[in-house]
């Protein structure tokens, strides 16, 4: 049977404190598969050598290239790739070097879109650079409603309130079950999920609480997935309370088929030893 990996990116997910009052994932019985998940990874160093608080564009360069994204641009940057970190994830990006070793790849995450081949440059995230330089476009509104893509809250909740969708709700579960056929289909798939960083820098406790139950309902159907789920973040924001920044705590590092890869250590690590372990 021909090896499947389905990648899961949690944005803002991180290992923290033991303290409840911190940490809403100290009590891990609350959330049962997060904490599943959490109990089986490992910490990985997000911070990368570099001084300051780790960023989503530096961070997710680095997981999906292999490279050292901090330190090559000489420190953390947040949000969006600037034109030379967003070169960098071009010519370097993991699903180019699956499809240069013949294995068929997706991105996904659905974009509200009907050109798919042409995202506004200005909100182009580093998932977004890597998708268009490898696969020439994106998931839309079709696959959307063919239900052959997840929406990036899980639910459809936020492009019903702000992108005019008009077709029915699902539940993180029926998400989970739509993922789980995408990923069916390809050899490598990628999901980012990134609403755990948004509710971490709002600090509002009811809405960090929400979206990590949403997320919990959605892994109780991935671990139906039979191939290797990778699950990891870029660093850490919602599991520290106290602050609305990001954190420099490691990062889980969850693999469903752990002895089918060597140890790792840091995010930039991941991306050649996805390549590795197609061979």
Same mark, same amino acid.
């Given at each position: 049977?021909?090896?499947?990996?389905?990648?899961?990116?949690?944005?803002?997910?991180?290992?923290?404190?033991?303290?409840?009052?911190?940490?809403?994932?100290?009590?891990?019985?609350?959330?049962?598969?997060?904490?599943?998940?959490?109990?089986?990874? !490992?910490?990985?160093?997000?911070?990368?050598?570099?001084?300051?608080?780790?960023?989503?564009?530096?961070?997710?360069?680095?997981?999906?290239?292999?490279?050292?994204?901090?330190?090559?641009?000489?420190?953390?940057?947040?949000?969006?790739?600037?034109?030379?970190?967003?070169?960098?994830?071009?010519?370097?990006?993991?699903?180019?070097?699956?499809?240069?070793?013949?294995?068929?790849?997706?991105?996904?995450?659905?974009?509200?879109?009907?050109?798919?081949? =042409?995202?506004?440059?200005?909100?182009?995230?580093?998932?977004?650079?890597?998708?268009?330089?490898?696969?020439?476009? !994106?998931?839309?509104?079709?696959?959307?409603?063919?239900?052959?893509?997840?929406?990036?809250?899980?639910?459809?909740?936020?492009?019903?309130?702000?992108?005019?969708?008009?077709?029915?709700?699902?539940?993180?579960?029926?998400?989970?079950?739509?993922?789980?056929? !995408?990923?069916?289909?390809?050899?490598?798939?990628?999901?980012?999920?990134?609403?755990?960083? =948004?509710?971490?820098?709002?600090?509002?406790?009811?809405?960090?609480?929400?979206?990590?139950?949403?997320?919990?309902?959605?892994?109780?159907?991935?671990?139906?997935?039979?191939?290797?789920?990778?699950?990891?973040?870029?660093?850490?924001?919602?599991?520290?309370?106290?602050?609305?920044?990001?954190?420099?705590?490691? !990062?889980?590092?969850?693999?469903?088929?752990?002895?089918?890869?060597?140890?790792?250590?840091?995010?930039?690590?991941?991306?050649?030893?996805?390549?590795?372990?197609?061979?």
């Amino acid at each position: 049977m021909k090896q499947k990996v389905l990648f899961v990116f949690i944005d803002g997910f991180g290992l923290g404190s033991d303290d409840p009052a911190v940490n809403p994932l100290a009590d891990r019985s609350y959330f049962p598969n997060l904490g599943k998940m959490l109990n089986s990874s !490992v910490p990985l160093d997000a911070q990368l050598g570099v001084p300051g608080l780790p960023q989503s564009a530096t961070g997710q360069a680095a997981l999906l290239t292999g490279l050292n994204a901090p330190k090559l641009m000489g420190r953390h940057i947040e949000g969006f790739p600037p034109p030379r970190l967003k070169t960098l994830v071009q010519e370097h990006n993991v699903f180019s070097g699956l499809l240069r070793a013949g294995k068929a790849c997706t991105f996904a995450n659905a974009y509200w879109l009907d050109d798919v081949a =042409h995202i506004p440059p200005r909100r182009e995230s580093v998932t977004t650079v890597a998708t268009l330089a490898a696969l020439g476009g !994106v998931r839309g509104k079709a696959d959307l409603l063919a239900n052959r893509a997840v929406c990036h809250d899980l639910t459809r909740e936020k492009i019903r309130a702000e992108r005019g969708y008009d077709g029915p709700l699902i539940t993180p579960e029926e998400a989970g079950k739509h993922l789980i056929d !995408v990923a069916n289909d390809h050899d490598f798939t990628l999901f980012e999920f990134f609403q755990t960083d =948004h509710a971490g820098h709002r600090g509002d406790k009811h809405l960090v609480f929400k979206t990590l139950e949403k997320l919990d309902c959605f892994f109780s159907e991935l671990w139906s997935f039979d191939g290797q789920l990778i699950v990891t973040s870029d660093h850490g924001n919602i599991e520290d309370m106290t602050v609305r920044s990001h954190t420099v705590n490691p !990062v889980p590092l969850y693999l469903s088929q752990p002895d089918r890869f060597r140890p790792l250590e840091r995010i930039d690590q991941l991306a050649p030893a996805i390549l590795k372990f197609f061979g």
